[in-house]
Structure formats: structure tokens, C-alpha cells
């Protein structure tokens, strides 16, 4: 009894060694998701019969879950309850404690697996850590969590491999780039790109005919077409984005983050650091591309010029929170300024 890795729980899973009482949860719902099918599966097998299969919700009648915990098993088996999305905090104190005392005198023959899905409880809350405390003891505890980026890399490939295609670090890097991390999104999209390139290496060209990117990633290319001088492929970009039907205030908010990364890998090596250290200060995990990308694309732009692109973001941030206008025509206009300051700066020095 008690709190297992990510790794550790696949393993007992995969070795049958399985305990009464599990309780997972974290801010990766994929991997919440997939080893609650896991379990459901070991527990109550591919058909299970109805009379020994429970689910319910967290704001469910406890005295109705305590009951279902008790009922015998039909033609032998496991009795399963599963208990979604249950924060313990929410509950009156005679309900918790009512939670408490059925977890702790569980029937040999009933599994219960309670699962965080959609919510993420607040774990700070007496309630909360009190219920861990107890289901640690008496079985299986699991927090599963975002994994970093190369592990993040590996999963992909490794996805890839069972579904008859190949993919390299580089475009599993650029896969993430253009679809963020989320676990769900990421394995539509490797679907997707598998179907199309079976039996042979995912190349860059299959990416970018088949992934749709997400916001950041078109935000990304616009500002790298900015600070290229390409004047014609940024406008082209920012009327997709207006197509598209995305805010203003969103595309401003991801290019000043674009901006803001590139200053912070300045100051960072003007100061003798590496991309490593600001990762460490700020919050990069599984995002260290954009470190990367902002190395890559600030090079040739001083900081004088990253520090007057820095206030015109803030100016027309400012502008679009506090007066009425067209939010369109000042992303605009940004757009003029930023590329007038990055060529005025290249030509000076």
C-alpha cells in the first residue's frame, strides 16, 4: 500500500498485482483516463456483468456508493465501484466520514478506483489530503502528471512504432511545437499523421499537410515572419488568424509571450546563463522548444530593439483593455511597428 510513479503503476498493473482501493489523479487527464480503463479492465474484465459494475459520480449519494461497495459479486468475480471526479472537500463531514469508514471496511470482493478526470482536487485541502492519506494506506495512491519533454518525445515515437510509422526526435519535437502538449491532442493528431505515412518516417512534409496547428504555433510563425522582414507571409498570417476567427486579445497575448521569451534569453546570456537556468526560474516544463526558438530568432536583434517591442506590445495591450477600439487595426498597426523596429535596429547595427 502506497503512492506509486507512473511507471510503478503500469507495472502492477501488467503483474496483476492489484490492491481493494486506488485513487488517481494530476493535470495529465490522458494518463488518468487510460490507466482508469486499465484498471476497469483488470478489476471487471472486457464484459463485466451489471449487477457487479458501479460507477458514479463525486456528487453522488455516498449512502448509495457505500451500498453498491457491499453488494456480492454475481458467479463469483470482483464487485467495481468507480467513483469519478470526487472531491472530498466538497463533501459534508458526515458524508466524508461516512467515505472513510466504508474505504477502510471494504469486502475482500469489491475493488474501488476513484478517479479525477475532469477536476483536479484541491490537494492543499485538509479533506483532500486526508482522503490520500487514508487510500495510501489502505491502497494504491497515484499522481500522474505531465512527463517532460523528452519523455513526452520518446511516447510519441513509441506511439508511432505501434501504429506502423516511424518519427524521428526532430519531428516529434516539431509535432509538440505545433500542437502543444496535451496528451489528448497529441495522439488525435499522431493518429492522424500514422494513417497518412504507414509503413514509412513521418517527415516534416506529412506535418504540415495533415497537423492542424494550435494557437501558439500560428502565433509563432507570425512573429517569426516578423522579425524576418517577411512583410508579406506576417499580414498573410495575421488575416489567417482573423479568418479564423481567433481574438485579438489571444493573438496579442501569445506574441508578447513570444517577445517575452526571446528578452528573458537575452538578459539570460548577456548575463552569462544558459536556457537551462530560465527554465529553472520560470515555468518551461515540457515547453523548452520555446526557449530554443526564441534563441534562435533574437539573435540578430538587439536588446535595445526587444526592450521598444516589449513597451509597444504593453501600449496596445493597454489599448485593447481599456478603450473601445478596433482590436484588429491595432494588431495591425503592432505589426508595422515591430517589423519597423527590428529592421531600423538590423540596420543600425
Known amino acids: 500500500m502506497a503512492k506509486l510513479s507512473e511507471t510503478e503503476l503500469r507495472k502492477s498493473i501488467k503483474e496483476q498485482n492489484m490492491e481493494s482501493i486506488y485513487y488517481l489523479y494530476g493535470n495529465e487527464k490522458l494518463l488518468v483516463r487510460h490507466y482508469t480503463n486499465k484498471l476497469t479492465e ?18 453522488d449519494d455516498i ?7 457491499n453488494v456480492l459479486p454475481f458467479m463469483g468475480g470482483k464487485n467495481y465501484v468507480n ?66 519533454q523528452a519523455a513526452l518525445e520518446k511516447q510519441l515515437a513509441s506511439w508511432a512504432r505501434k ?12 509535432l509538440i511545437r505545433y500542437c502543444g502538449t496535451d496528451l489528448s491532442t497529441l495522439q ?29 504555433a500560428r502565433v509563432f510563425d507570425l512573429s517569426k515572419f516578423v522579425l524576418t522582414g517577411q512583410y508579406d507571409k506576417a499580414f498573410g ?9 481567433e481574438e485579438p486579445v489571444s ?11 526571446m528578452y528573458r534569453v537575452r538578459v539570460a546570456i548577456e548575463n552569462g546563463k544558459k536556457t537551462a537556468d530560465i527554465a529553472a526560474c520560470f515555468d518551461y516544463k515540457r515547453k523548452e522548444f520555446r526557449l530554443t526558438n526564441a534563441q534562435r530568432y533574437a539573435k540578430g536583434l538587439p536588446t535595445a530593439a526587444l526592450r521598444e517591442s516589449l513597451a509597444a506590445l504593453i501600449e496596445v495591450d493597454e489599448k485593447m483593455k481599456s478603450t473601445p477600439c478596433d482590436k484588429q487595426v491595432l494588431l495591425q498597426e503592432l505589426i508595422v511597428k515591430l517589423m519597423l523596429l527590428a529592421k531600423k535596429e538590423y540596420d543600425v547595427g
Open 83 to 148: 467513483i469519478k471526479d470526487l472531491d472530498a472537500c466538497r463533501l459534508s463531514d458526515t458524508a466524508f466520514a461516512k467515505l472513510l469508514e466504508m474505504l477502510a471496511n471494504l469486502p475482500d470482493t469489491t475493488s474501488v478506483v476513484i478517479s479525477a478526470l475532469t477536476i483536479m482536487p484541491d490537494m492543499s485541502k485538509t479533506k483532500n489530503k486526508k482522503l490520500v492519506a487514508e487510500i495510501a494506506r489502505l491502497g494504491v495512491v497515484a499522481e500522474l502528471n505531465k512527463i517532460g
Open 251 to 261: 493573438i496579442l497575448a501569445v506574441l508578447a509571450s513570444a517577445y517575452v521569451d
Open 237 to 245: 498570417q495575421l488575416d489567417m488568424l482573423f479568418y479564423q476567427k
Open 188 to 216: 488525435n493528431e499522431l493518429e492522424k499523421l500514422c494513417a497518412y505515412a504507414y509503413g514509412r518516417e513521418i517527415t516534416q512534409e506529412d506535418i504540415e499537410k495533415t497537423v492542424v496547428k494550435n494557437l501558439e
Open 42 to 59: 483488470k478489476i471487471a474484465g472486457k464484459s463485466p456483468s451489471e449487477f457487479s459494475f458501479h460507477v458514479f459520480s463525486g456528487a
Open 163 to 174: 501504429q506502423g510509422a516511424t518519427l524521428t526526435e526532430a519531428e516529434a519535437q516539431r
Open 63 to 69: 449512502d448509495q456508493i457505500a451500498i453498491a461497495a
